[in-house]
């Protein structure tokens, strides 16, 4: 028995690959992410836009939230293009990086600002109710609304940092029961409304403009822009745009949506649109239409705290409403940083992915296997962006239009080139197409896109604080792009961009039981970085509630060198972890990418398929050996092994265009 | 509106194989029947070879044995086709089995012969496996088959692992041999 040496083709150590991006999500929480930045707008928008339209504004607000629903259309059409997409990715492939660079430059400034508008006016709220409550009290002090807002921002940023390193699946449940509870909000709100509206009456908002003092910018002086009344209009709908911001967001976790993704991004899109509008349009119409206009201007930076003030009813009820409501727009506002900081992150690694950030952003917390250095970049700025806005709601809303509506231009605008430079069939379309000959003229699109190009052109004449800062800030970020570029072009990175992943080392394959923990386990055998076809298939038909899936890379090693040392992944392998990940996140299901060494295939698929208690096996065929051959090799060192298995395994060999040889091993 | 909502379960695709063109006969997923190697082997289908070096010459030896037992005509059709086979993946495991094997048209059923070699010979192929066992079997060339064939190939290398094989070239007869793998089958 001590006589021979058995050769080095079975399988001792195992390497278990991690990443934060195998985690998905529904598209419930998917929709939570966004509404914590688009539904939120609620409780700053309304006062915002009353300063400098006046009272009409519900009206343009009511036609923003309308637009929404086209901008969410367009968003859908480009997610099913690019499962990691998002603005950058999208306006890229149409009209190239220089102009994708720009559009993300002023994405960016869109996040960064995101954060801290959505903190401050929560600081803004709850220093209102702590005002209104000291009294009650008997507590002779008041706080000063703005050092508060900035103090109260900075914390609810730092919280959210420390939320995001952990990683998106903890924040996201949390969007979702912030969400939760803003719908009890509103529905107890606006029931409370009507019962004030139906013992007062009511009257609608009126439809004329009265632009606040600063509203027209540079055209405050131009007497023919006063005239035209299409002009004021756009001004008006340029001052409620903000009721839109978030919707990038969606496209940065379209990645972590479950299967099936098309049709769950499409409900969460009608998620989106619901709740958004109904919560946005009708909390203003009842601010302008409940409020009396004189203690209105007391609360516009804190309005739907006027509005529950204003109630029918004793005062301690209303105050308990105050309460309420400013507790959970505390609580969706801060949320809002927490998307500010996902979609910020999400938009930066699609640039890293296509080499424009250095490689150093990319790395992963040793822990949590997030992006951290990503998430710290983006929270310091949110951080100075608090600090020196002193914590103005006002001028930091003029600000943020400026990347909010920029890179919707851009993305409609490369929607609409894509149209033409890829004709490609889509998963869906933006509706309203035109088919002329063989040309398809996009009707819907350019509807879309003539609205926002209007919008757009006229907040840079009429919102001064916004360009200024804007444009500076938008060309800091794509000159720091493009020197990042630059470098990382001179130190010749040629190669493909490889998912950051963490290796967790078992000594023993016989740990990797643990692995996985649902009653069927798919073992999937992937060799080939370009042949994905095996995963592919797996995963189209795979359960993800009741399957785990295991795919399995089997690194070859000649018997010298083997000791079963794993080591570190090579370049071959990095790019095929990466696919791995792609074709993953391209379904919504999770897999386990496993890598072992052996000198067999062979006796690794089946150690390993023992070992993880397989109920199925899946391959891709041998084009020079035949798929018969394999399996035959696969039956010897199953037996082999010597290990009894409970049940039958069944084992799928595939060839593109179908299965090629499908039986069971028993 | 809210069945919409609700979370739907993946719809499982349709089977592939009604869409999908498949280049050869897929194989029926059919429990096979069982296999007993005690069955299919006799005292005159095990050979002891205690002197042999050489992997060809071997599988040579013990396929014209299984012809002529077997009453097979033109043994070098068949030595041919198992020569075939091993150019493709090797047949040889760790544990000190080699199975060398074709699937030949004609026959009805499966024929086996078991060559023990207590010296070891090298596998020409992978220099670090010691070929101890050699399992050679002939089986029908017909898909209904295949399943069968394979469970083979599994229960050979469940059975054959290093300790019996060790038990098997202590062993000075054919029947004793065979006695061997009949006790270990029934255990």
């Known amino acids: ?666 | 509106m809210v069945d919409w909502f609700k979370k739907s379960k993946d719809k499982k695709a349709p089977p592939a194989e009604k869409s999908a063109k498949t280049v050869e006969p897929r194989v029926s997923t059919a429990t096979a029947k069982s296999v007993a190697i005690g069955k299919i082997l006799s005292p005159d289908l095990v050979l002891l070879l205690p002197g042999e070096k050489d992997k060809g010459k071997v599988v040579e030896l013990l396929v014209t044995r299984l012809c002529t037992v077997k009453n097979f005509k033109d043994s070098s059709a068949f030595l041919k086709k198992v020569m075939e086979r091993e150019q493709g993946i090797s047949t040889t495991l760790d544990t000190g089995l080699s199975l060398p094997h074709a699937r030949i048209d004609g026959i009805t059923d499966i024929a086996a012969i078991l060559g023990v070699l207590p010296q070891g010979i090298q596998d020409p192929v992978q220099p670090d496996m010691t070929i101890r066992a050699m399992f050679l079997f002939f089986s029908p060339n017909i898909p209904s088959a295949f399943s069968h064939h394979l469970h083979l190939l599994r229960h050979v290398s469940a059975v054959f692992q290093p300790d019996f094989i060790d038990q098997l070239t202590s062993a000075s007869h054919p029947a004793e041999v065979l006695e061997l793998i009949r006790r270990k089958e029934a255990s």
Not at chain 1, 25 to 47: E, H, K, N
Not at chain 1, 549 to 558: C, G, K, Q
Request: overall charge positive; aromatic content about 10%; proline content about 3%.
């Open chain 1, 1 to 666: 028995m001590g006589q021979r040496k058995r050769s080095a083709t079975r399988v001792n150590e195992v390497v278990v690959l991690t990443t934060a991006m195998l985690t998905f999500i529904s598209f419930w929480r998917a929709g939570a992410i966004v509404l914590c930045d688009m539904a939120s707008t609620a409780w700053y928008i309304g006062g915002i836009a009353e300063k400098a339209i006046g009272q009409s504004a519900p009206w343009f607000i009511l036609a923003v939230m309308t637009f929404s629903g086209c901008m969410l259309a367009a968003y859908i059409e480009a997610a099913s293009m690019f499962v990691r997409g998002g603005v950058y990715k999208v306006v890229r492939a149409a009209m190239g990086g220089t102009v994708a660079k720009v559009s993300v430059s002023a994405l960016m400034f869109d996040y960064v600002l995101t954060g801290p508008i959505s903190s401050v006016a929560a600081g803004q709220y709850l220093a209102g109710l702590i005002n209104h409550l000291f009294p009650v009290f008997r507590i002779g002090w008041q706080v000063d609304p703005h050092a508060f807002a900035v103090i109260f921002a900075s914390a609810a940023t730092l919280y959210f940092w420390r939320e995001n390193i952990i990683g998106i699946e903890e924040s996201s449940a949390k969007s979702l029961g912030i969400i939760r509870l803003t719908g009890v909000m509103a529905l107890i709100l606006f029931a409370w409304c009507g019962y004030t509206l139906s013992v007062r009456g009511f009257q609608w908002p009126p439809f004329s403009l009265k632009f606040g003092s600063h509203a027209l910018g540079w055209l405050e002086h131009v007497d023919w822009a006063h005239s035209i009344g299409a002009v004021g209009v756009m001004v008006g709908l340029g001052h409620a745009f903000l009721g839109m911001s978030g919707l990038e967001s969606l496209a940065q976790v379209y990645r972590e949506m479950e299967a099936p993704k098309l049709k769950n991004l499409k409900r969460a899109a009608l998620f989106i649109f619901v709740f958004a509008f109904t919560l946005t349009t009708l909390s203003t119409f009842f601010a302008v239409t409940i409020i009396p206009d004189a203690m209105r201007q007391e609360y516009l930076d804190n309005l739907l705290g006027g509005l529950a003030m204003a109630q029918e009813g004793p005062r301690w009820a209303l105050l308990a409403l105050h309460s309420f409501v400013v507790i959970v727009g505390v609580m969706i506002l801060s949320g809002a940083v927490n998307t500010s900081i996902v979609g910020a992150n999400g938009v930066m690694n699609r640039l890293a992915e296509d080499g424009i950030l250095a490689d150093w952003f990319r790395w992963l917390h040793p822990r949590f296997g997030t992006t951290h250095r990503m998430i710290n970049l983006v929270v310091a700025l949110q951080i100075l962006t608090i600090v020196l806005c002193r914590g103005d709601v006002y001028l930091l809303g003029e600000a943020y239009a400026f990347g909010v509506i920029w890179s919707f231009v851009f993305k409609i605008t490369a929607l609409m080139v894509l149209r033409f430079k890829d004709r490609s069939p889509r998963e869906w379309m933006v509706p309203l197409n035109v088919r002329i000959g063989s040309v398809e003229l996009p009707i819907g699109l350019s509807m879309i896109f003539l609205v926002l190009v209007a919008a757009a052109v006229t907040n840079l004449a009429t919102k001064k604080i916004a360009t200024i800062s804007g444009v500076i800030f938008t060309a800091a970020f794509y000159l720091v792009f493009h020197v990042s570029e630059k470098i990382n072009e001179r130190r010749k990175r040629v190669e493909e961009v490889r998912e950051k992943l963490n290796l967790r080392y078992k000594e023993d394959i016989t740990d990797v039981a643990a692995e996985a923990k649902k009653p069927g386990r798919v073992l999937v055998a992937i060799r080939d970085p370009k042949n994905m076809y095996p995963l592919y298939q797996a995963l189209e038909t795979v359960d993800a509630d009741k399957e785990d899936v295991v795919v399995l890379h089997s690194r070859r090693a000649h018997a010298l060198q083997m000791g079963g040392d794993v080591g570190s992944l090579g370049p071959e392998e990095e790019l095929l972890f990466t696919n791995v990940i792609a074709v993953a996140e391209k379904y919504g299901k999770p897999v386990i990418p496993m890598m072992v060494v052996s000198n067999d295939p062979a006796y690794a698929i089946a150690q390993a398929a023992q070992n993880v208690g397989a109920t199925e096996v899946v391959m891709g065929a041998s084009s020079k050996l035949g798929a018969e051959v394999q399996i035959e090799r696969l039956a010897m060192t199953w037996g082999a092994i010597g290990q009894r298995v409970a049940h039958p395994v069944k084992v799928r060999i595939l060839k593109l265009g179908g299965v090629k040889l499908e039986c069971e091993l028993i």
